[in-house]
């Protein structure tokens, strides 16, 4: 979809008539992205042939992503179960993703709530939103193209999430928004690129990676800002927050009730997964990126680290 581009560039925002550099950083960020935004952003609905066959034989997500890949599990599995299995875990992935996005909305919504409408600040966290409705609707037309179950969260993870945009603020929000987003964000760049997966899933990453780019953008200098701000037992606090969520966005990806698909208990492939050293090593590359820049920021404290450690985000001694 190529839009008309951005109406206006404003000029730098002031407090009391003298600039603000912390804001006025924040406003040409703002307006970088509201003219990238508006120069490139796709409409899946147009933009993906969603009436083109699927592709015999060929895979939802690489064998090595797979959360039971190399488990006595997986050895008992067909070539067509493994793919099945693929299918199903895209499913669920794609349906948590879409329920972070909806979480991810609320949140910035709060955000605009307080803010200056005029401010580059609010007209591209609004134009964000824009995107993320567009993804979600996107991941929801996948699932249902591929005949899988709207898995998202467990039901009792999904009524606990709708505390979190009330208590979250500050770096912490921010922070558990990137983790979201640059988990899959990692995961979606390795499988635009296989020709081993399906044209469809390697289109919906394709878009998805171009527009949240912005969305990293964003978000990371929000961190950066609000850090500076903190003080000592907000900081730990914030710390404890973004860990506490992190475990949750990273513990939820695999819906258990994806193993029923191939003939699994639930319960003995979520075990089997949890327990899965090569699933470890997916979810520690999926959040390496992220992981360093929280590092950097003093976001990883020693009061989140045994959840860091549980979402296999930090590895073990
Ligand atoms: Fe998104
Ligand atoms: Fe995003």
Not at 26 to 37: G, I, V
Request: glycine share 8%; charged share 25%; with cysteine.
């Amino acid at each position: 979809m190529t839009r008309a581009p951005a109406e206006s560039e404003g000029g730098p925002a002031t407090e009391g008539g003298r600039a603000a550099p912390g804001r006025d950083r924040r406003e040409k960020t703002a307006h970088r992205l509201l003219n990238s935004s508006a120069r490139k952003s796709y409409d899946p609905e147009i933009d993906i042939d969603w009436d083109a066959p699927l592709v015999e034989g060929k895979r939802y997500l690489p064998e090595h992503r797979s959360s039971l890949y190399g488990t006595a599990l997986w050895e008992r599995l067909s070539p067509e179960q493994r793919i099945e299995l693929g299918k199903h875990e895209i499913a669920s992935i794609a349906t948590n993703g879409l329920w972070f996005e909806i979480l991810l909305m609320q949140m910035l919504l709060r955000e605009i709530y307080k803010a200056d409408p005029t401010s580059g600040f609010a007209q591209y966290a609004l134009t964000e939103i824009a995107d993320e409705c567009r993804h979600s609707t996107m991941f929801a037309r996948m699932t249902e193209r591929i005949g899988c179950p709207p898995y998202g969260p467990l039901p009792w993870r999904r009524r606990m999430a709708k505390l979190l945009p009330l208590i979250s603020y500050g770096p912490a929000m921010y922070g558990a928004i990137l983790v979201a987003e640059e988990i899959l964000d990692r995961l979606q760049r390795e499988q635009m690129n296989d020709p081993e997966v399906q044209p469809l899933v390697r289109m919906v990453n394709r878009i998805h990676v171009l527009e949240e780019a912005r969305h990293v953008t964003f978000a990371r200098e929000e961190v950066t800002r609000g850090v500076a701000r903190l003080s000592g037992p907000e900081l730990k606090y914030q710390q404890w927050l973004l860990a506490a969520v992190s475990h949750e966005v990273v513990q939820s990806l695999i819906n258990p009730h994806v193993y029923k698909a191939v003939g699994i208990r639930p319960r003995d492939g979520y075990r089997a997964a949890m327990a899965n050293p090569y699933y470890h090593e997916t979810l520690r590359y999926a959040g390496e990126r992220i992981m360093g820049f929280l590092d950097d920021n003093g976001l990883i404290g020693s009061v989140g680290m045994p959840l860091w450690r549980r979402a296999f985000l930090v590895a073990d001694r």
